[in-house]
């Protein structure tokens, strides 16, 4: 079965700084990957998917992330945070042989930004 | 274009009792995958309808199981309420099974 840990439950960064939010997986086949996000009392919406084409994966509100076969990593990173980035952002992976569905997804335990002024 | 939308929006029941949580996908979409997520975790699969078959489910037991309507729209029903099973129950919808998801706001479950 596969897997994904999110390294840090809580992360804290000022307006401006770089965030760096942490995510591992385990897998036998080739994943697919994705970031959500979270704000409170709503659903989660995707920042970004991995689908085995470019590793650096481009995604909405100026985040990126890079899938690292070799260290199994797919971290989340944004140059500069804002006030409006501060949510719970979660890992997950695609449960599905092949990564053939997006569908059946492993998700991690979550990691939340805050951002101070 | 409506997007994926999810009632009630929040239900206190009892143990033992029985619920029916609902889920409209968004126009166009014939998939519709259920998740749970307790307070401070990820959310975990339950199941997944694709044109009304189920298509796969998590590790929950029998007492959790689901419906898919011709016009896509789902539900979920829990029977035997336990402690446990209180959650924020969230709902996705996606054209076809190789497609994004789109998820719905949840509807909270509390169970006493």
């Known amino acids: 079965a596969q897997s994904v840990t999110q390294l840090g439950s809580h992360v804290s960064v000022s307006e401006g700084a770089l965030v760096l939010l942490r995510c591992n997986y385990s897998s036998s086949v080739p994943p697919y990957l994705f970031w959500y996000v979270q704000y409170p009392n709503q659903g989660l919406q995707l920042l970004l998917k991995y689908t085995s084409a470019a590793t650096l994966v481009k995604g909405i509100n100026g985040f990126e992330a890079e899938f690292k076969k070799s260290e199994t990593s797919f971290h989340l990173t944004k140059p500069s945070a804002h006030m409006s980035d501060a949510a719970e952002y979660f890992c997950a992976v695609s449960d599905e042989a092949g990564g053939t569905s997006y569908g059946k997804l492993t998700f991690g335990q979550g990691t939340i930004l805050t951002v101070h002024p | 274009e409506t997007g994926v939308t999810q009632s009630p929006t929040h239900l206190i029941k009892t143990r033992g009792q029985q619920v029916t949580l609902r889920c409209s996908s968004q126009s166009g979409h014939n998939t519709v995958s259920w998740y749970q997520q307790a307070l401070g975790q990820g959310p975990q699969f339950i199941f997944q309808y694709y044109r009304e078959e189920e298509n796969g489910r998590g590790n929950f037991p029998p007492r959790f199981s689901g419906l898919q309507f011709p016009n896509y729209s789902s539900e979920l029903n829990v029977n035997a309420l336990e402690l446990d099973d209180s959650a924020l129950y969230l709902c996705?919808?996606?054209?076809?099974?190789?497609?994004?998801?789109?998820f719905g706001p949840g509807t909270r479950l509390t169970v006493l």
């Open positions: 996705a919808s996606s054209l076809g099974l190789a497609n994004e998801q789109f």
